[in-house]
């Protein structure tokens, strides 16, 4: 066993260090520093910057315009852009519907959309959950009905559809087929934003940020070409893409980051004159969420090991989420209780509070999300009470 | 990156996994409990013909010329049946302070039949004030001529009940909390002046308290410089809890499995206890807090052998933190899954939550190795990215 990256590897590091030094322009470093909300028109600006480099999409194969990076260097990729505090990117092009392509698309859907996914001409988002369908996503009922002339007509609503008043299309489940099992029936399609009938509804997230929409569908019509993979065979669609999701959310970077801010923050904070780091109490505390941290980013390290060789994902896998959700919400916490009174005040002029605490209440706000998106906690529970320990069901 | 073990090392995996299963299931220990050793001999020489009595060792003392990471996989799985034999004691405690601080002739003279499973070894450490500084000691040794007197007391020494010598700490020089100063001996169990009072632990294992009485060692018996044994016993002392947190995930690998299948078998309301989801879950937290457990020991075992000091600090007191929250929550979580069966004497589920209590006490407990991780340089690293 060994922990320690290759010389090839702590040199690409390097070059990723410099790189994001030298590419991140002002105004987007200055909102790095305080880990701001980025707007959208920020976040595609990055995109573009890293699809120049060819790094946007580390993940892909080479034959999609992935970089053919290894494991361990798409790891140490993503990890130093997160430790910067780079824009996050929109993972619905890049992580999910692009891989989903690559698996389920014909060739001409696969020509028709990739390209677009990777220089961020074309912004996507993912339409899977409704108001009755959630955790439940199998009972959802945005219908599709063929009009026996080339085309689906689409009526319904999808909501929580993250960034949908940004997106240039939509990948939705609908229902091709009302008979059967609630699974079967369900179809994969994509759905241009600007067909006649689509509208997105943007809400304001508790973060004080917009995020996510409701969508409708009005009598929206797709052309049939525009189903991925068989008609009716969604579910299995559906399910390869919680698989890319969950990995994502771990956001063992963020987390790393994170921590980092409690320190700066315990440190120019002073009570009696003495920064609150040094107080053997909240030292403590922070010494613990960093404890849980480590025991996370180790378990990443493994998963991501045996990624490298090529094993199919292990046990400490399925946890990466669960915690990694977690641990993020909890350093938000932290932040906040260290921050005292400061943690009260809500989006005010600068200078009211330091500046490495301006958008810590927000992110406190919006990070209860984490556990609940790409599956709830609770349901990956479930499942790894049935697939990993295989528990009974009744 | 990488973590796969070794064809030698999964050799040693799937050896120690049958010898525990075959030679020392779970039974073995509950019916030493009353010995007044409370292991065998017999067991330990084949341990030592195995070859992992030396695997810390060089191969030129007889030994396996491995690492702590074996030493580590060994443990795991003695751990999944309690072997009762003192691995830790003499192998990681005692055996890592005479190779790192013993001449040529102490290393054969202890070393060697350690290996061969012939002698066991303990390490006086443990004070009644010291609580886990092994620098914080008021055992003293005086220099009388060309020899030394000991005197003082020693606490809760594991195997110093039937240890055929003993590695001893004492002060020589400065005052107690320094690490400069501290001395280590190799004294014989039969040493006069050194009386040995055999007592009982919560697992089932037997310890010793030792008082020391104007002991005489010559200097044959001095390890190391006068004075300068307090790294490499604060360095032995990391070893132990890095060698608790590889027990301890063998423990909660077995009682999380022990949890699961009782899950799977008894039923109450007509139908298995495992179908109800509050059940479920906490299982669920069982098996994470499983990996997160063995991923924190994985990263202890790895950085147990690094030459810079805080590496080893650093991980080995967070594996031992995690080691605290994870070993208890998912030994108290097994005992109450099983109900009232599990607070019986007669079911296993007991002895692994009592060994696991010990693990988490010895060498420094949770509170202990949290304040030693947060007061280490690695706890401020990367501030600054922060402007
Ligand atoms: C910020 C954010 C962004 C999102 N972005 C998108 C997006 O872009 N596209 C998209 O399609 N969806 C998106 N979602 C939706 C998300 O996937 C759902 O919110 C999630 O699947 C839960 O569904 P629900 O909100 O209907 O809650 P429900 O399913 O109604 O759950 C309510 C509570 O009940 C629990 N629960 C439900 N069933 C069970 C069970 N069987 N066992 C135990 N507990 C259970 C849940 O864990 C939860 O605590 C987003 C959500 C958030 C918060």
């Known amino acids: 066993m060994d922990m320690s990256f290759t010389p090839e590897h702590l040199a690409f590091r390097d070059q990723v260090r410099a790189w994001i030094r030298s590419a991140m322009p002002p105004h987007i470093r200055a909102k790095a520093d305080v880990d701001g909300a980025f707007e959208q028109g920020e976040v595609m600006e990055w995109h573009k910057l890293l699809f120049r480099k060819g790094w946007i999409a580390p993940h892909w194969p080479k034959e999609h315009g992935g970089p053919g990076l290894d494991a361990t260097s798409r790891f140490i990729l993503t990890e130093e852009l997160e430790l910067a505090g780079t824009p996050h990117l929109s993972p619905f092009g890049l992580s999910m519907v692009g891989p989903l392509l690559m698996q389920f698309g014909s060739d001409a859907q696969k020509k028709r959309f990739l390209p677009k996914i990777l220089s961020g001409e074309e912004v996507w988002c993912q339409g899977y959950s409704e108001p009755n369908a959630g955790s439940d996503l199998a009972s959802l009922k945005l219908r599709a009905e063929d009009d026996g002339k080339g085309h689906f007509v689409l009526n319904g609503q999808k909501t929580w559809t993250t960034y949908a008043q940004y997106a240039d299309w939509i990948f939705c489940l609908a229902r091709t087929d009302p008979g059967g099992r609630k699974q079967e029936g369900i179809s994969f399609i994509l759905v241009d934003m600007k067909t006649p009938g689509v509208t997105a509804k943007p809400f304001l997230t508790t973060g004080g940020t917009p995020a996510f929409s409701e969508t409708f569908f009005e009598n929206a019509v797709v052309p049939h070409e525009n189903v991925v993979g068989p008609l009716n065979g969604g579910w299995t669609v559906a399910k390869a893409l919680l698989g890319h999701e969950r990995t994502v959310i771990a956001a063992v970077g963020q987390s790393a980051r994170q921590l980092r801010r409690i320190k700066r923050i315990a440190a120019d904070t002073l009570s009696n004159g003495k920064p609150l780091l040094d107080d053997p109490g909240f030292r403590a505390k922070i010494a613990r969420l960093e404890v849980k941290f480590r025991a996370v980013q180790m378990a990443n390290y493994r998963a991501l090991a045996s990624a490298q060789l090529g094993h199919a994902p292990g046990p400490e896998a399925s946890i990466l989420k669960i915690r990694g959700s977690e641990i993020l919400q909890q350093s938000l916490e932290l932040a906040m209780e260290i921050m005292g009174h400061d943690s009260l005040a809500w989006f005010n002029e600068p200078g009211v509070i330091p500046a490495p605490e301006q958008w810590v209440a927000s992110a406190f706000n919006y990070t209860r999300a984490t556990t609940i998106y790409g599956g709830t906690n609770e349901i990956q529970k479930n499942v790894i009470a049935k697939l990993i320990l295989s528990l009974p069901s009744r | ?387």
Request: overall charge negative; glycine content about 10%.
């Open chain 2, 1 to 387: 990156m990488n973590f796969d073990l070794s064809q030698d090392q999964k050799l040693l995996v799937d050896t120690a996994a049958a010898f525990a299963k075959r030679e020392s299931p779970i039974a073995r220990l509950r019916s030493m409990r009353e010995d007044p050793v409370g292991y065998s001999r017999g067991v330990w020489k084949q341990m030592g013909e195995l070859g992992w009595l030396g695997i810390l060792l060089p191969e030129s003392l007889g030994g396996f010329g491995g690492g702590f990471q074996d030493a580590a996989l060994i443990l795991e799985k003695l751990g999944t049946t309690l072997v009762p034999e003192p691995y830790v004691a003499s192998v990681i405690l005692a055996g890592s302070t005479i190779l790192a601080l013993g001449t040529d002739e102490q290393r054969a003279r202890w070393l060697q039949p350690l290996a061969a499973g012939d002698v066991t070894l303990a390490l006086a450490y443990a004070e009644r004030e010291s609580r886990f500084n092994p620098a914080a000691i008021a055992t003293v040794a005086q220099k009388s001529g060309a020899a030394y007197r000991l005197s003082g007391e020693k606490v809760f020494v594991l195997n110093g009940h039937a240890a055929d010598a003993l590695v001893v700490s004492a002060r020589t020089s400065g005052s107690r909390g320094d690490r400069d100063g501290v001395s280590a001996f190799v004294l014989d169990a039969k040493t006069p002046g050194l009386s040995v009072r055999s007592i009982k632990t919560m697992d089932g294992h037997h310890a010793a308290m030792i008082t020391l009485q104007d002991v005489e060692a010559d200097a044959s018996r001095l390890l190391g410089p006068a004075g300068g044994a307090g790294g490499a016993l604060e360095r032995a002392v990391d070893l132990g809890a890095a060698a608790a947190c590889a027990e301890g995930v063998g423990i909660m690998q077995t009682v999380l499995a022990m949890t699961r299948d009782y899950l799977c078998t008894r039923e109450q309301f007509g139908v298995k206890i495992g179908t109800f989801q509050a059940l479920q879950h906490r299982c669920v937290d069982m098996f994470i807090e499983t990996e997160l457990a063995r991923s924190a020991s994985m990263w202890a075992s790895i950085k147990a052998d690094d030459a810079d000091d805080v590496e080893r600090k650093t991980a080995i007191s967070a594996a031992k933190v995690q080691l605290a929250t994870s070993g208890k929550f998912v030994t108290q979580q097994a005992i109450q899954l099983h109900g009232g069966i599990g607070v019986t004497d007669e079911h296993d589920v007991g002895l692994y939550f009592k060994r696991m209590h010990v693990l988490n006490t010895l060498f420094g407990d949770e509170e202990y190795h949290l304040t030693r991780f947060a007061s280490l340089p690695s706890f401020r690293a990367g501030i600054d990215a922060i402007p």
